[in-house]
């Protein structure tokens, strides 16, 4: 018994021991498995090991706000993984441009456990949001994105359930017939069922193939039997009327609304009211005093204009219950105008419901006061019949859109209602949750409020994952370490220091400042090294480029090859390298040939050879110095401080060949097959094969960002000159 004792004693007096108290109060505590294990081995490790769950954390509050996210890191406030290492993380998610079939794939597992079978239906919103015009390189998948003016999402919500998902993106793509029944066939093909389209009625091309305007639904391409609803955006037709009534007014009929249009009032106003800006400007000067009937209208409602006139608050303000009875109240002669506007309050409030109840009854999901509801869809409906607006005589675009809303909205209602659904939340049936995504995708980016093309997938790739942390366990195990201070970051456009050294510093200043961390490409990518079958497939592409390029050299630039095969006898000079072995090839001495660059391009060719022999002079000291000689570059010597590298004369001469080879490669912009600076690699390799690939390599690339920024530039001064064009043009009208 006291040996038992003793042992119990001793037992408590061991570090195990001790660690097991530590552990369990840091538990009760709240720290996380990963806080736990660094607190306990602080000494034995210095690798930060994070969870699954800390990951997911990260990804939440680093979409939310990129400041906050930072501070809490910076204050050591909780433990959370560095922005740069969430990017690693999350970098295996291939955010292509198409149908997300990942996403699709998660939503199909998600739709074995739904309790009824009426939460698999589902709408498709889709819509377009400007991004920036320039060209940009994606290091991940090595592709250069090209400039696009927009880019179109598709985001599935579903009708009765409470979810939804991007699931396609691209850019300069505008939704076709062709293109919206592929999405459809996928998302049939997941065990979900499309009910219904919403998009404003800037899709011309979509309505006139679908004939969208002669009828409000199409078959379904995978049941013939089921009909796809087409739902115009609700928010953008009561921002079109409001625009429509003050910049040219409505004519309004006196008695009770007919189901057929009558003559035209433009002609014989007699049976005619007209709502126009004069009536609304009326109320507001009978009701102008400090206190006021309706506080929420002002002036400004009434002169909306430019980028305002997009905000929805202002429309519905201007079209509310407490406009409608102030008018009434104010001016008895005024009813009509003010039944119209408390008719079209009505239709906003059941075409907008969001909660199953709400304080008006109107307000509440369709189906709760069905009578109600109904009625109020159906006078609406009556009141766009009989309305005519002013100086024209034909129906308006906006006018058939409200008249294909409320159709679409009667027939799903009477389809869901026979399969079981007691109500139904309009307010999936507008584009609200397109124009919140596009708002975050804005957001996210701090400064930098309209993305280009790259910048778009990459804040696309962190919302994603952010919200959808399941779609990073369709990624295989991923092992994260610490990250390297100059590693890649796909979140952001930050700049990155990706070679260092002081003449990198002056090359981000006058050459390549515009190399964001997403363009930085590390130097074992060298090596082109593809396991999986995808990189083997691109390797085959790039082997083929490559031999059709080195095909077009031999046909078409037989004297230069006869340079480069010349006898040892006709070599002019050769210079050979005894601390690496390296040998120059022979056509770096031919100086007779005439440049294809004037004096300022090889004066800046030269500043780029001196940055190239800086980065490799530990390896290859023979391709320049700090030394100036007769033939450095005098650009170069003016410039420098005394630590910028000149290069060699030969390493000078060849790379004037690779230029030129350059230019011929991607001609006036850049070329468009996979991975083109490890391609452009193999072809100098190919022609050159006495050049290390390393040195190749850094130029193909360097020379590569040089041009992209050139692009870019060019694409800013043309922006620039055609807004200064449309300014003047517009001048010349006032």
């Known amino acids: 018994m006291v040996k038992d004792m003793k042992k119990k004693i001793s037992s408590k007096n061991t570090k195990v021991y001790e660690k097991n108290l530590v552990k369990a109060y840091l538990v009760r505590n709240g720290f996380s498995k990963s806080e736990i294990f660094r607190i306990l081995n602080s000494k034995a490790t210095r690798r930060k090991c994070y969870t699954k769950l800390d990951?997911?954390?990260?990804?939440?509050?680093?979409?939310?706000?990129?400041?906050?996210?930072?501070f809490l890191l910076k204050q050591k406030i909780c433990s959370l993984p560095h922005p740069r290492t969430l990017a690693k993380w999350i970098g295996k998610f291939q955010c292509t441009t198409g149908i997300q079939l990942s996403m699709l794939q998660l939503l199909k597992q998600k739709s074995l456990f739904f309790e009824k079978e009426s939460d698999r239906n589902v709408s498709l919103i889709f819509d377009e949001m400007d991004i920036k015009r320039s060209y940009s390189y994606d290091s991940r998948n090595k592709i250069v994105l090209f400039p696009s003016k927009h880019v179109q999402v598709v985001i599935l919500r579903g009708i009765s359930c409470s979810y939804k998902q991007p699931i396609y993106w691209d850019f300069d793509k505008s939704m076709t017939k062709q293109r919206l029944f592929s999405i459809i066939k996928e998302v049939e093909s997941c065990g979900l069922r499309v009910r219904g389209i919403v998009c404003d009625l800037g899709n011309h091309g979509l309505i006139s193939e679908l004939k969208l305007f002669k009828q409000y639904s199409f078959s379904n391409p995978v049941d013939s039997k089921r009909n796809v609803y087409f739902f115009p955006d609700a928010v953008h037709l009561i921002r079109l009327l409001r625009n429509h009534v003050l910049d040219k007014g409505v004519f309004l009929p006196k008695d009770s609304y007919n189901s057929h249009r009558r003559s035209n009032p433009n002609n014989d106003p007699s049976d005619y009211v007209l709502l126009s800006k004069d009536d609304f400007k009326q109320v507001l000067n009978k009701d102008a005093s400090e206190l006021k009937m309706v506080h929420k209208v002002t002036n400004f409602h009434l002169e909306v204009s430019g980028q305002s006139r997009q905000r929805t608050k202002y429309a519905v303000q201007l079209f509310s219950h407490s406009v409608?009875?102030?008018?009434?109240?104010?001016?008895?002669?005024?009813?009509?105008?003010?039944?119209?506007?408390?008719t079209i309050d009505s239709w906003f409030d059941v075409m907008n419901s969001r909660r199953k109840f709400a304080k008006k009854k109107v307000a509440c999901a369709l189906g709760i006061h069905e009578g109600l509801q109904m009625e109020c869809l159906r006078k609406m409906e009556r009141l766009v019949n009989n309305w005519i607006f002013k100086d024209t005589n034909r129906e308006l675009p906006f006018e058939k859109g409200l008249k294909m809303s409320l159709k679409s909205t009667f027939a799903l209602y009477d389809e869901l209602k026979l399969e079981g659904m007691d109500y139904l939340l309009t307010s999936k049936l507008n584009q609200d949750c397109v124009e919140s995504l596009f708002f975050q995708i804005r957001f996210i980016g701090g400064s930098n409020p309209k993305p280009d093309s790259f910048d778009c997938l990459n804040r696309l790739r962190v919302l994603v994952t952010s919200k959808n942390p399941g779609l990073l366990d369709l990624i295989d195990e991923y092992d994260v370490d610490q990250i390297d201070e100059h590693q890649v970051n796909l979140t952001g456009g930050q700049k990155v220091d990706i070679i260092g050294e002081h003449q990198l510093d002056t090359i981000g200043e006058h050459q390549l400042d515009t190399i964001d961390?997403?363009?930085?490409?590390?130097?074992?990518?060298?090596?082109?090294?593809?396991?999986?079958?995808?990189?083997?497939?691109?390797?085959?592409?790039?082997?083929h480029i490559v031999a059709h390029h080195v095909d077009q050299i031999e046909e078409n630039q037989v004297e230069k090859i006869d340079i480069y095969q010349v006898d040892q006898d006709e070599i002019v000079s050769q210079t050979i390298f005894e601390d690496n072995d390296f040998e120059v090839d022979n056509c770096?001495?031919?100086?007779?040939?005439?440049?294809?660059?004037?004096?300022?391009?090889?004066?800046g060719l030269s500043y780029v050879c001196g940055f190239i022999?800086?980065?490799?002079?530990?390896?290859?000291?023979?391709?320049g110095s700090q030394e100036m000689t007769d033939s450095s570059s005098k650009w170069v010597a003016v410039l420098s401080y005394g630590g910028l590298y000149y290069p060699s004369a030969e390493f000078f001469q060849v790379c004037k060949k690779f230029d030129k080879e350059f230019l011929q490669f991607h001609g006036e912009t850049l070329s468009n097959c996979y991975d083109p600076i490890g391609t452009f690699s193999k072809k100098l390799s190919c022609v050159f094969p006495s050049w290390d690939k390393e040195i190749i390599y850094l130029f193909s690339k360097t020379r590569f960002f040089i041009r992209l920024k050139h692009l870019n530039k060019e694409l800013n001064v043309t922006a620039t000159s055609n807004e200064s064009r449309s300014k003047k043009q517009i001048a010349n009208h006032l």
């Not at 770096?588 to 004066?603: N, R």
């Not at 022999?613 to 391709?623: D, E, I, T, V, Y």
């Open 324 to 342: 409608a009875k102030c008018m009434e109240h104010l001016f008895k002669e005024k009813k009509v105008q003010a039944e119209a506007l408390q």
């Open 55 to 70: 990951f997911y954390q990260g990804l939440v509050l680093n979409s939310q706000c990129r400041r906050s996210y930072r």
């Open 613 to 623: 022999a800086r980065k490799l002079n530990k390896k290859f000291p023979f391709l």
């Open 517 to 543: 961390e997403h363009q930085a490409v590390q130097t074992d990518e060298l090596q082109m090294e593809h396991t999986d079958e995808q990189q083997l497939d691109h390797e085959q592409q790039v082997d």
């Open 588 to 603: 770096c001495i031919d100086t007779d040939e005439a440049s294809h660059l004037s004096y300022s391009g090889e004066q």
